[in-house]
């Protein structure tokens, strides 16, 4: 898989947590912690983990999706480093990389 392939399929995974985080609020405070815990782990402060903290601490979903599906390289480099995927339970995870690889013939 090339990087614009990693990509698009993590725009997928974007796009599914999001509308979780739309039905579910208190989803919000879940990434808000995994982003936490990952910033315990590894303090190194790029622009993208500023975004991040930014963009959570803030906590207005539209400006959360706008960042994460916006499709330049600025996107690109927030959706490689969020926490929004880890909401998705394994089985949705499993079903959009089977979506996704149809979608590609693969």
């Not at 539209?62 to 969020?82: F, M």
């Amino acid at each position: 898989m090339d990087a614009q392939d990693h990509d698009a399929r993590s725009v997928l995974f974007h796009e599914a947590a999001l509308a979780r985080m739309a039905e579910h609020p208190g989803l919000l405070d879940r990434a808000r912690a995994t982003f936490a815990r990952w910033n315990a782990v590894d303090r190194r402060r790029d622009g993208s983990r500023a975004a991040w903290d930014a963009l959570l601490a803030e906590g207005d979903l539209k400006a959360i999706a706008a960042a994460a599906l916006a499709p330049t390289e600025e996107g690109a480099v927030l959706r490689q480093s969020s926490p929004l995927p880890t909401l998705l339970p394994p089985a949705e995870r499993w079903s959009l990389i089977r979506r996704f690889r149809g979608s590609r013939g693969a």
